[in-house]
């Protein structure tokens, strides 16, 4: 079965987004939004599978609350992070609002799509569970 | 009964302060310096809590993530923190990330110059299990998706659950209260009649001994000092009892005054005025929730132990 790929970014008409849409056409289709009109219910609906989400050049707090927003509201909220310029106060930020990667834009596309591999293959639990284990 | 935290680091200057500050804090602390101590360490003192530093070989090689290797070989069921004192995006992905079979190596990962209280912060998370009735009333996966499930449910109803909420746990206070001081009572009396047994025994030994009856004399005395042992030890129990009466007063005291702090809330003519004063009262709880994620699971576990 295909995967499914949520983008959501600040800049949806950036050249860089639509090069990494190619970058994972091996994997599955990536469908692009803007942060504006990002509405998870409604993307868990739309989606028999559910997507692993991207989140693109958001920052700071609106970085980490679109992170939980999406954990909290989609069946199964898996959310990695793609930025240009990586620092580890953010990654960590990431990872605490539960985020399962935080990748620099600038690694080679076969590292980013091995990495993507591994949050793919991860089993999905429930994020209640999620927490306990962590 | 104390908590216990391995602290490894393969730098003595660093290790000193630390534990001097968790032992403060109310922890045992065991040390370490190399990986193989803190496995043997770790064998013999099982920790409930792991501080790890990154860099455990060689401190000016950006290559060693030997803190990362440890925490794979320790138990997979004690949380660790990683502590460095270089810390990388690389270092962030390699504790936080899915780099161990998809799952995290640690909990935690904290930079050693950021201050202390957040490294306590982190391991009295690491130590918490989620507050799962207070996740169940809000219906928030975690603890911290709060502030966003608030955001989602608005002020009124957020304020409505945790009213709710806060009346449960008054509740279910009250009735551990009442256990608590029943019990004190209780190991009280028990040891005033323990103390005045005993003083009579060793009264009857007394006067046995002027009449010469050695043996008897020393037997009742030393069943004497006996009773005074049980006292002695109900009476530590009783002390217990009323310390623990003693902090759920204070967490119901806790909770009365967010409640009435969200009545009060409620008398603004302003509806924009009384949003934001119930919201700012709501962040409070919700920090303070986060700060010591205990309240009612613990409470229900401690009413369940006192039954």
């Given at each position: 079965m295909k995967n499914a790929f949520v983008l959501i970014t600040a800049e949806p008409q950036n050249a860089w987004a639509k090069?990494?849409?190619?970058?994972?056409?091996?994997?599955?289709?990536?469908k692009i939004i803007a942060q504006r009109d990002f509405s998870a219910e409604k993307i868990d609906k739309a989606h028999t599978v559910s997507p692993l989400f991207i989140i693109d050049a958001i920052v700071g707090k609106e970085m980490t609350g679109l992170i939980?927003?999406?954990?909290?509201?989609?069946?199964q909220g898996r959310v990695i992070v793609m930025t240009a310029s990586p620092n580890w106060h953010l990654a960590r930020a990431a990872f605490e609002a539960g985020a399962l990667d935080y990748l620099s834009k600038n690694l080679h596309p076969e590292e980013v799509l091995n990495s993507i591999r591994a949050v793919l293959s991860k089993p999905v639990v429930s994020q209640t569970n999620q927490e306990s284990t962590t | 009964m104390k908590k216990r935290v391995l602290l490894v680091d393969n730098l003595p200057a660093c290790i000193g302060p630390l534990r001097d500050f968790l032992e403060r804090c109310g922890y045992e602390v065991v040390t370490a310096s190399n990986i193989g101590d803190a496995i043997e360490v770790a064998d013999?003192?099982?920790?409930?809590?792991?501080?790890?530093?990154?860099?455990?070989?060689?401190?000016s090689s950006d290559r060693d993530f030997s803190g990362l290797e440890l925490a794979r070989l320790l138990d997979s069921k004690i949380p660790k923190?990683?502590?460095?004192?270089?810390?990388?995006?690389?270092?962030?992905?390699?504790?936080?990330?899915?780099?161990?079979?998809?799952?995290?190596f640690a909990v935690g990962f904290l930079a050693k110059k950021e201050p202390l209280e957040m490294l306590l912060q982190r391991i009295r998370l690491a130590l918490?299990?989620?507050?799962?009735?207070?996740?169940?009333?809000?219906?928030?996966?975690?603890?911290?998706?709060?502030p966003e499930k608030v955001h989602d449910l608005g002020v009124d109803l957020a304020a409505d659950r945790i009213r709710d909420f806060i009346a449960n746990q008054?509740?279910?206070?009250?009735?551990?209260?009442?256990?608590?001081?029943?019990?004190?009572?209780?190991?009280?009396?028990?040891?005033?009649i323990a103390s005045i047994v005993g003083f009579a025994v060793m009264v009857i030994g007394i006067l046995l001994?002027?009449?010469?009856?050695?043996?008897a004399s020393i037997i009742s005395m030393a069943g004497s000092m006996v009773i005074h042992l049980v006292s002695a030890l109900f009476s530590r129990q009783a002390d217990k009892a009323h310390l623990r009466v003693e902090t759920s007063l204070r967490e119901m005291e806790e909770l009365i005054k967010i409640a009435s702090l969200m009545e009060l809330c409620g008398c603004f003519e302003n509806s924009e005025k009384r949003d934001q004063a119930r919201q700012a009262v709501l962040d409070v709880f919700i920090e303070?929730?986060?700060?010591?994620?205990?309240?009612?699971?613990?409470?229900?576990?401690?009413?369940?132990?006192?039954?």
């Open positions: 090069e990494f849409a190619a970058t994972l056409q091996p994997l599955g289709k990536l939980k927003k999406v954990r909290q509201s989609t069946s | 013999k003192t099982p920790p409930d809590v792991a501080v790890l530093d990154l860099r455990l070989i060689d401190d923190i990683v502590l460095t004192a270089y810390p990388s995006v690389k270092a962030v992905r390699g504790a936080l990330g899915p780099a161990n079979d998809g799952l995290p918490s299990p989620p507050n799962h009735s207070l996740l169940n009333c809000m219906e928030a996966p975690t603890m911290h998706a709060l008054k509740r279910d206070l009250s009735i551990h209260l009442e256990r608590q001081e029943r019990k004190a009572a209780d190991h009280h009396v028990v040891s005033i001994s002027f009449w010469n009856k050695t043996s303070s929730m986060e700060r010591h994620p205990v309240a009612s699971d613990q409470f229900k576990n401690n009413i369940a132990q006192s039954a």
